[in-house]
């Protein structure tokens, strides 16, 4: 147990790091890049070579180097723990990018800004000493094509927002590319032939190709949720994404369950947690939309 919470942890400020360096590099790229016709698309979402350019500055590269750091960590804790424990530590991301996004992106952040992160990290409290045993239920291969096919359409669905919406889609891509990254949480934690290691065995499950697709389209969808809004916005709706999903999951197909006795404090922790990173979302859109 003690395990997988450090690693949660690491995945943590990790992931809360990487957030802001690839703000700051998504931005940096978008200020050098105006007045290339190739900037932006029809609907005023970044093209896609403006968001390899941000991906290519130096700070973005760095951020990604951290999110190497958070997907090691992601990955201990998803199999050492309860995901709905696991994912809910690392949504304390929010409150390290928010911290930090006030130093390097001189962000403004409210009263009602700390409050709500006050009730998220609060929530995580509860949830650490309310947990249970993580769920040792065996998945059929259901399960495992099942979050395969959810991660395929959620990235097509979170495609086809930025095509539509264009630079109103921020909150909407960093939420999809949170429940890909969510998506991701679950298929770690079944993937077949990890324990003792068989590669081949491995590389046939489907749930290790949700890993590769969950993970490739929720770093994209993220990037380009960065350039267009709030970066307390997007990695909000990124922590509601990724934190709802795995937790369900992980209780209803997985068997993880809270400590006895103490189901009621643990689903009011978690609903805490996610209202505290939705309203992050919410203030972070529309501050965001004041600037513009």
């Not at 147990?1 to 957030?19: D, H, K, N, P, R």
């Not at 130096?58 to 696991?86: E, H, K, Q, T, W």
């Not at 949720?225 to 307390?232: D, E, M, P, R, T």
Request: aromatic share 6%; glycine share 12%.
């Amino acid at each position: 147990m003690l395990i997988g919470v450090a690693a949660a942890l690491l995945a943590c400020f990790g992931y809360g790091t990487a957030s802001v360096l690839q703000a700051y590099g998504a931005r940096k790229s978008a200020a050098a890049a105006v007045g290339h016709g190739d900037t932006v698309t029809a609907t005023g979402a970044p093209s896609l070579s403006a968001t390899i350019a941000a991906a290519l500055t130096p700070a973005f590269i760095v951020g990604m180097a951290l999110d190497v750091v958070g997907f090691a960590g992601s990955v201990v804790s998803a199999r050492l723990i309860p995901l709905f424990l696991a994912q809910t530590i690392m949504s304390a991301n929010l409150v390290v990018t928010a911290v930090l996004g006030v130093v390097v992106l001189g962000v403004r952040l409210r009263t009602r800004d700390w409050l709500a992160i006050a009730t998220v990290v609060v929530s995580l409290c509860v949830l650490s000493v309310t947990a249970g045993h993580t769920g040792t239920d065996a998945t059929t291969p259901t399960v495992h094509w099942g979050v395969f096919v959810v991660a395929v359409l959620t990235l097509l669905v979170g495609l086809t927002l930025i095509r539509v919406l264009g630079a109103r889609a921020a909150v909407g891509a960093g939420l999809v590319a949170g429940i890909l990254f969510g998506a991701m949480a679950v298929a770690v934690r079944v993937l077949d032939g990890v324990d003792p290691l068989r590669p081949l065995v491995v590389l046939a499950d489907p749930a290790s190709w949700t890993i590769a697709i969950a993970g490739a389209g929720g770093f994209y969808l993220f990037t380009v949720a960065l350039q267009l809004g709030s970066v307390n916005g997007a990695a909000a709706a990124l922590v509601a994404g990724e934190t709802v999903v795995p937790g369900i999951a992980g209780v209803v197909l997985l068997g993880d369950t809270a400590a006895p006795g103490l189901g009621w404090a643990v689903a009011v922790a978690f609903v805490g947690a996610v209202s505290g990173a939705v309203a992050v979302a919410i203030f972070g859109a529309a501050e965001a939309g004041q600037e513009h």
